[in-house]
């Protein structure tokens, strides 16, 4: 175990160095700084709820935007590698499956906290700009959006071993993202719902993380932290789909 962690290590270091040279990364960037100032100008037309609507917009759009590159990412960077036969390589010399899955996972999600953590200052300076502090519980909304991008990221590589091609991955990841916000909701239909297909439906919905359990910004008037239900939820669900990732990987010929 010890011996193969410098492996580990290794992929995930890889991983992060060639996502942040890569020219999508540069894309995102702009884009995000864009975003953001986009939602200055929001904030100018709320008048009295002016740095509510500063903070909550552009938090939002930071964890979409850091959502699209760890999507696009994720949904794309095995089947690039099958491809350019780059895993053979890989796989050839004495490196576990677990391992190079394990380092490929950790190098996305420290892209995406690179990611949140660059448009976190640039949000920030141009609260400051607009003569605002820092909204209450800033950090843990880091948070919580890093351990959605951790659910989200873990499941995409999942489904991108045995889905046909990087946009079937992003539209199944996607749909998994959306159902995440309404889980309650739809939980709730289900448990008023009778018969055999409804045992089903419930079953299925259990499936689906509640990915509400992340939105510190939802409590941010109340300043507070992230409920321990969200980590342990956050790392359920992600260990869950790197298991079924590493059973995916193990079945297939590199």
């Given at each position: ?5 410098p ?9 992060f ?27 100018v ?7 509510r ?16 590159y ?14 350019t036969k ?7 010399r ?16 420290l892209?995406?906290a690179?990611?949140?953590?660059v ?20 950090a ?6 890093l ?25 199944i990841?996607g749909?998994?993202w959306?159902?995440?916000?309404f889980a ?21 919905i259990?499936?689906?993380?509640n ?5 510190a ?7 507070a ?5 969200a ?12 298991l ?11």
């Amino acid at each position: 175990m010890r011996k193969t962690l410098p492996v580990v290590w290794a992929v995930a270091a890889n991983s992060f160095m060639e996502n942040v040279r890569n020219r999508f990364f540069t894309l995102f960037a702009v884009f995000a700084f864009a975003a953001i100032y986009a939602s200055v100008l929001a904030g100018v037309m709320a008048v009295d709820q002016e740095a509510r609507v500063l903070s909550d917009f552009g938090l939002a759009l930071m964890e979409l935007t850091a959502l699209a590159y760890a999507l696009f990412n994720a949904s794309s960077v095995l089947l690039r590698e099958a491809e350019t036969k780059t895993i053979y390589l890989v796989f050839s010399r004495p490196v576990p499956r677990w391992a190079y899955l394990a380092g490929k996972l950790a190098g996305s999600l420290l892209t995406s906290a690179l990611m949140l953590a660059v448009m976190g200052l640039m949000h920030l300076l141009l609260l400051k700009l607009r003569g605002f502090g820092v909204p209450p519980a800033y950090a843990w909304a880091l948070v919580g959006s890093l351990l959605k991008l951790g659910v989200i990221t873990s499941f995409a590589y999942f489904v991108s071993l045995f889905s046909t091609s990087a946009v079937s991955t992003l539209v199944i990841s996607g749909i998994f993202w959306t159902a995440g916000h309404f889980a309650a909701e739809t939980r709730f239909l289900a448990e008023q719902s009778a018969g055999a297909k409804s045992l089903a439906l419930k079953a299925a919905i259990w499936l689906i993380p509640n990915l509400q359990l992340f939105n510190a910004r939802d409590a941010a008037g109340a300043a507070a932290a992230l409920a321990p239900a969200a980590f342990l939820s956050a790392a359920a669900w992600t260990a869950g789909s790197y298991l079924g990732a590493l059973w995916l990987i193990s079945r297939k010929e590199f």
